[in-house]
């Protein structure tokens, strides 16, 4: 695995067990585990275990959040309940050697992806224990191995998303639930299911895709904070069947899976606080 998948938790980390106005630090520092299994890439049939250890932080400013996995910054507040901020996202490298639809193929290096994404709080209960929000990013996708950058294409996900604070009900976990198709760019497909002339075999034809519909994602997070520790079991689950790429040699499964827990414990934290989630209305 890529040394930048040690930066990576491919899910939010914010609690949102904690109350909303509860002050808390602007940034906190921290170790962290993270045991799980995914698919070598979308619409791949192998999977791999993985064990990692990865530093983890959290920043609650004003206008920017940042934890591991991403960063969000506000642009503009474009009225009360609409603003446009900034994303950031990770991706994970592919090993081709290690899957049987990519041998000989070249490896695939992470992925970084940065844009725009707009936010709209759409309600929030009378008890304001649980919020919804349409999500629109649109971000373009980079490759990198630390030595270059190269751009591969665009991704965009418009999604709602359903957050809810831990509860006694709940026995104090949090949850968060997110689900929206997702669209790719010619070139963001065809890193990943474009077969050259100089990759085909007799069960790999040449093969390059199209922009367009790219499958649907959900995701779903629960989350409890027990003083400096953090829990974070989730799931991600894309169902691919209909996307533009589904006759590329290189797809056979069309259920594409992402699950483990993510254990976290914050051993250093700022004397200032803030009054946080930011991106919780």
Same mark, same amino acid.
Do not use: C
């Given at each position: 695995?890529?040394?930048?998948?040690?930066?990576?938790?491919?899910?939010?980390?914010?609690?949102?067990?904690?109350?909303?106005?509860?002050? /808390?630090?602007?940034?906190?520092?921290?170790?962290?585990? /993270?045991?799980?299994?995914? !698919?070598?890439?979308?619409?791949?049939?192998?999977?791999?275990?993985?064990?990692?250890?990865?530093?983890?932080?959290?920043?609650?400013?004003?206008?920017?959040?940042?934890?591991?996995?991403?960063?969000?910054?506000?642009?503009?507040?474009?009225?009360?309940?609409?603003?446009?901020?900034?994303?950031?996202?990770?991706?994970?490298?592919?090993?081709?050697?290690?899957? !049987?639809?990519?041998?000989?193929?070249?490896?695939?290096?992470?992925?970084?992806?940065?844009?725009?994404?707009?936010?709209?709080?759409?309600?929030?209960?009378?008890?304001?224990?649980?919020?919804?929000?349409?999500?629109?990013?649109?971000?373009?996708?980079?490759?990198?191995?630390?030595?270059?950058?190269?751009?591969?294409?665009?991704?965009?996900?418009?999604?709602?998303?359903?957050?809810?604070?831990?509860?006694?009900?709940?026995?104090?976990?949090?949850?968060?639930?997110?689900?929206?198709?997702?669209?790719?760019?010619?070139?963001?497909?065809?890193?990943?299911?474009?077969?050259?002339?100089?990759?085909?075999?007799?069960?790999?034809?040449?093969?390059?895709?199209?922009?367009?519909?790219?499958?649907?994602?959900?995701?779903?997070?629960?989350?409890?904070?027990?003083?400096?520790?953090?829990?974070?079991?989730?799931?991600?689950?894309?169902?691919?069947?209909?996307?533009?790429?589904?006759?590329?040699?290189?797809?056979?499964?069309?259920?594409?899976?992402?699950?483990?827990?993510? /254990?976290?414990?914050?051993?250093?934290?700022?004397?200032?606080?803030?009054?946080?989630?930011?991106?919780?209305?």
């Amino acid at each position: 695995m890529s040394k930048l998948l040690l930066f990576l938790i491919v899910l939010s980390s914010s609690v949102y067990g904690e109350e909303v106005k509860k002050p /808390l630090p602007l940034w906190e520092v921290g170790l962290g585990l /993270l045991p799980f299994r995914a !698919d070598h890439y979308r619409g791949s049939p192998q999977h791999k275990w993985y064990s990692l250890p990865f530093p983890a932080f959290i920043v609650r400013g004003k206008n920017v959040e940042a934890e591991n996995g991403y960063i969000r910054k506000h642009i503009a507040r474009i009225s009360s309940d609409l603003v446009l901020d900034l994303s950031f996202n990770l991706g994970l490298n592919v090993n081709s050697d290690a899957d !049987d639809l990519r041998k000989d193929m070249r490896d695939l290096d992470p992925t970084f992806e940065l844009g725009p994404i707009l936010r709209y709080y759409w309600w929030k209960s009378k008890d304001e224990k649980h919020f919804l929000n349409l999500e629109m990013p649109f971000r373009a996708v980079y490759a990198t191995d630390l030595t270059y950058i190269e751009h591969v294409g665009y991704y965009s996900i418009p999604y709602l998303n359903l957050l809810s604070k831990g509860t006694d009900s709940t026995w104090g976990w949090g949850s968060e639930i997110s689900v929206g198709p997702q669209y790719g760019s010619t070139g963001f497909h065809n890193r990943f299911y474009a077969v050259d002339t100089q990759d085909t075999t007799e069960e790999r034809n040449y093969y390059h895709s199209r922009r367009g519909y790219s499958g649907v994602q959900l995701v779903a997070t629960v989350n409890k904070r027990i003083g400096d520790v953090v829990i974070l079991p989730f799931i991600r689950y894309d169902f691919l069947d209909g996307a533009v790429y589904n006759d590329s040699p290189l797809y056979k499964n069309a259920h594409y899976t992402f699950f483990g827990v993510g /254990l976290v414990w914050y051993f250093s934290h700022s004397k200032d606080v803030q009054t946080a989630p930011t991106m919780v209305r």
